[in-house]
């Protein structure tokens, strides 16, 4: 029958371990494997607590007694690795004999497992994912003026993607690496203008935020034409605006920001321009471009000095270790130091 024990547990400054001697039992009394299945409940920002954790044990033999935090901080960080002790405790007239690799956690890793003073007290000291694999949602999306978007910074963020809608039509998706975006390029009619926007994981793009939905932003007749003398759309017809110009796709019209394209990305400017065989600097972060327009990775040779542009985001790095293997480092201006 399942056993299900959902236990708090308390801060300790330490837990003194010894083993002793299994002593022989009927082989019907002896637990020959421990299977335990963790689920968290953290908040980044909330107080630490054993509380947090709920322990399912679908074996019969045995239960969770205790489990006691090992983290010392007093909130959950972004960036903590949760850790907790857990003890186990044999029903009556049964025994622990178990080695590691008869231990199976779900949920967590099981860093070591020892008997606890005897051979009916069990101890395991359980690893979490990190932290850093969440993210944070996003509390408010506003705009700052009619076109400016605005919203709530999140932690852990790559990234923020965005929506923009018209009257409740979208009419684009771009990106942000900081927490505001002007849309002024793409408000060109009047109309009811909303966004919605989301946290994209750095660790894993696949862990986003929920959507947030803005409040409408109108843009009168006036202001639109305004709006299309400022952003002036030299387009001469679909796939002319980009280095998508072979078989490139309707939608790509009217998108400006950052455009994926399979493996490769571009960067396409409010007026239609991107920039090519030169540096561009895009929410606070300098990027390098191809002859074609593409984002470029990696060591960067410029005017007789040599930049790392990172491999997964494309911005160049500044103060700090390249993660090239080679260790070599760049300074404040990214320039490699010899």
Same mark, same amino acid.
């Given at each position: 029958?399942?056993?299900?024990?959902?236990?708090?547990?308390?801060?300790?400054?330490?837990?003194?371990?010894?083993?002793?001697?299994?002593?022989?039992?009927?082989?019907?009394?002896?637990?020959?494997?421990?299977?335990?299945?963790?689920?968290?409940?953290?908040?980044?920002?909330?107080?630490?607590?054993?509380?947090?954790?709920?322990?399912?044990?679908?074996?019969?033999?045995?239960?969770?007694?205790?489990?006691?935090?090992?983290?010392?901080?007093?909130?959950?960080?972004?960036?903590?690795?949760?850790?907790?002790?857990?003890?186990?405790?044999?029903?009556?007239?049964?025994?622990?004999?178990?080695?590691?690799?008869?231990?199976?956690?779900?949920?967590a890793e099981c860093e070591?497992?020892?008997?606890?003073?005897?051979?009916?007290?069990?101890?395991?000291?359980?690893?979490?994912?990190?932290?850093?694999?969440?993210?944070?949602?996003?509390?408010?999306?506003?705009?700052?003026?009619?076109?400016?978007?605005?919203?709530?910074?999140?932690?852990?963020?790559?990234?923020?993607?965005?929506?923009?809608y018209q009257d409740g039509?979208?009419?684009?998706?771009?990106?942000?690496?900081?927490?505001?975006?002007?849309?002024?390029?793409?408000?060109?009619?009047?109309?009811?203008?909303?966004?919605?926007?989301?946290?994209?994981?750095?660790?894993?793009?696949?862990?986003?935020?929920?959507?947030?939905?803005?409040?409408?932003?109108?843009?009168?007749?006036?202001?639109?034409?305004?709006?299309?003398?400022? #952003?002036?759309?030299?387009?001469? /017809? &679909?796939?002319?605006? $980009?280095?998508?110009?072979?078989?490139?796709?309707? =939608? !790509?019209? @009217?998108?400006?920001?950052?455009?994926?394209?399979?493996?490769?990305?571009?960067?396409?400017?409010?007026?239609?321009?991107?920039t090519t065989d030169n540096?561009?600097?895009?929410?606070?972060?300098? #990027?390098?471009?191809?002859?074609? /327009? &593409?984002?470029?990775? $990696?060591?960067?040779?410029?005017?007789?000095?040599? =930049? !790392?542009? @990172?491999?997964?985001?494309?911005?160049?790095?500044?103060?700090?270790?390249?993660?090239?293997?080679?260790?070599?480092?760049?300074?404040?201006?990214?320039?490699?130091?010899?």
């Open positions: 029958m399942n056993i299900i024990k959902k236990i708090a547990g308390m801060l300790c400054a330490c837990v003194m371990l010894q083993t002793v001697p299994f002593v022989s039992m009927a082989d019907d009394t002896v637990i020959t494997r421990i299977v335990l299945e963790v689920e968290a409940n953290i908040q980044v920002g909330q107080p630490c607590s054993a509380r947090d954790f709920e322990f399912t044990v679908p074996d019969s033999g045995y239960e969770v007694s205790d489990a006691v935090l090992v983290n010392t901080g007093t909130v959950w960080g972004s960036a903590d690795v949760p850790r907790l002790l857990v003890y186990l405790r044999a029903d009556d007239g049964a025994a622990f004999d178990v080695d590691r690799s008869d231990i199976l956690v779900r949920g070591y497992g020892r008997w606890d003073g005897n051979q009916f007290a069990y101890i395991m000291q359980l690893r979490l994912p990190s932290l850093r694999e969440q993210v944070g949602g996003i509390e408010e999306a506003a705009w700052s003026s009619s076109t400016a978007a605005d919203w709530s910074d999140s932690y852990n963020v790559a990234y923020y993607e965005l929506q923009l039509k979208k009419i684009c998706d771009v990106q942000s690496g900081v927490s505001h975006y002007d849309f002024g390029g793409y408000m060109r009619n009047a109309g009811n203008y909303t966004y919605r926007v989301r946290a994209v994981n750095q660790k894993n793009e696949n862990t986003r935020s929920d959507w947030k939905q803005s409040a409408p932003s109108a843009v009168s007749a006036a202001l639109a034409e305004q709006l299309r003398e400022q #952003y002036a759309v030299p387009w001469g /017809g &679909y796939g002319q605006g $980009g280095p998508l110009s072979q078989g490139a796709v309707p =939608y !790509y019209q @009217d998108r400006y920001g950052w455009i994926d394209e399979g493996s490769r990305w571009w960067y396409r400017n409010p007026d239609g321009s991107y540096w561009q600097y895009i929410d606070e972060k300098w #990027y390098y471009f191809d002859s074609k /327009g &593409y984002m470029v990775t $990696g060591w960067i040779d410029w005017n007789g000095k040599s =930049y !790392y542009c @990172d491999p997964e985001s494309g911005a160049m790095l500044v103060n700090t270790i390249v993660p090239d293997g080679m260790g070599r480092r760049v300074d404040s201006s990214g320039a490699m130091i010899e």
